[in-house]
């Protein structure tokens, strides 16, 4: 691993000598931003792989379950049963020992009958099948339950399939309250960006917390923080007063490329991919995310990282989530589904990060 990190500093002193003539967007940009943008960008994939690369645990004989990580996903409703099962199911596919599911009643059969991997708890409840009077019991009774494991989380996945049902998002209100208290990290996506985006207080300046916006969730970031539209022609300085507006959380941007910043560092990785746009591709990157960042966490305990654990894990969700994308179109073309692309998790993380690898 030693022999890794001097080649990846090297590498980046490399890279930042040639900075000279660099178009950058903005001259407010600060020396984080210029070594990340310079490097993440510009359409080569080496220096996100290498990033992958530098946090990914070898698998060794002598580590026990639950050390390659035990993530938990908050989401799960009538409606949406595949997106809580798509990230879910991803983080396991990348490594994670266990994985959690904490949904509703009705999800909850339907979402075991997926998969027998993983673990689903079916605690939240939504109006329609509450009485107003059970309400403050019902709500008690869910964040016992959810704290029962909380200490056990490496990260927490908030939101795919959630719903928007007020009396389910007040319960996560609470989860997302305990999650900061017992300092566990928490990637919000889909209906959790609903929620946060309408109760910012939930988010703001907690390090750990990284957003995971799509087209639509960033439009309504950017207007609920910066109270204006979104600036395509000022993008990365854009993204980069949304996650300082909201106290230097990680923000995802999800799209053509993803961009990423924490208010401070910004990158993009636009390597792979594909042009399907097929549901679910979403749910599957905020699993990786958490994964990565729960890995990227346990090196930063050990050594010193040139970038937070968030953005690393937000780099190196998005490198392999795309490079898998792109080995399912090269195989199922215009039918690529989602499922198919959890199918190549496995093949894609192996190309960037060989088990046989003797670096740690
Ligand atoms: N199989 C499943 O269970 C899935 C459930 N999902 C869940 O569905 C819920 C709502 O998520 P959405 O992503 O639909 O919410 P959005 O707020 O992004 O989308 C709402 C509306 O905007 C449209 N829209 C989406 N992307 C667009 C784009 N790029 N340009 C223009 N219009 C666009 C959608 O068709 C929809 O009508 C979330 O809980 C999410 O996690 C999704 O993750 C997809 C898969
Ligand atoms: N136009 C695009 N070209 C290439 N890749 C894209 C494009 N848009 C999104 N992606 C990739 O797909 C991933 C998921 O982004 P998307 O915008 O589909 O999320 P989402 O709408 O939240 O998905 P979900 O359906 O799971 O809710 C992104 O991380 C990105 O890598
Ligand atoms: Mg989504």
């Keep these: 691993m ?195 985006t309408n109760c910012l207080e939930l988010v703001s300046g907690y390090p750990l917390a990284v957003l995971t916006p799509n087209v639509n969730e960033y439009k309504r970031l950017v207007q609920k923080v910066l109270q204006s539209e979104v600036n395509d022609q000022n993008g990365t300085q854009q993204l980069v007063s949304l996650a300082k507006g909201i106290g230097g959380v990680t923000i995802l941007r999800k799209g053509g490329s993803d961009f990423i910043s924490n208010g401070d560092a910004v990158g993009a990785v636009s390597a792979f991919g594909s042009p399907r746009r097929c549901g679910g591709q979403g749910d599957i990157l905020s699993g990786s995310v958490a994964v990565f960042i729960s890995w990227a966490r346990q090196c930063s305990a050990k050594r010193e990282l040139s970038l937070s654990p968030t953005v690393m894990g937000c780099i190196a969700g998005s490198v392999l989530l795309r490079k898998a994308a792109s080995h399912a179109f090269e195989s199922k073309g215009r039918s690529t589904l989602t499922t198919d692309i959890i199918d190549y998790l496995g093949r894609s993380l192996e190309e960037f990060c060989p088990v046989t690898r003797r670096d740690k």
């Design 2 to 196: 030693v022999g890794f990190s001097a080649a990846v500093i090297r590498r980046q002193q490399f890279l930042l000598r040639c900075l000279v003539g660099y178009n950058i967007s903005s001259k407010n940009l600060s020396y984080t931003t210029i070594k990340m943008q310079s490097l993440v960008s510009g359409g080569s994939p080496d220096f996100a792989i290498s990033i992958l690369r530098s946090i990914t645990p070898s698998l060794d004989s002598s580590r026990h379950k639950g050390q390659a990580g035990k993530i938990a996903v908050v989401g799960g409703c009538r409606e949406y049963t595949g997106a809580p099962y798509f990230s879910a199911i991803s983080a396991l596919k990348i490594g994670a020992d266990l994985s959690h599911v904490f949904c509703t009643k009705d999800a909850a059969a339907v979402i075991k009958s997926y998969s027998p991997e993983l673990i689903v708890h079916p605690i939240l409840e939504e109006s329609y099948s509450v009485r107003d009077e059970d309400k403050k019991s019902i709500s008690a009774k869910v964040i016992e339950e959810v704290d029962k494991w909380m200490e056990r989380f490496d990260c927490l996945v908030i939101g795919p399939g959630l719903g928007r049902d007020p009396f389910l998002l007040d319960c996560v209100s609470d989860i997302m309250k305990h999650a900061r208290q017992s300092n566990v990290p928490v990637v919000i996506d889909g209906d959790g960006l609903f929620l946060v």
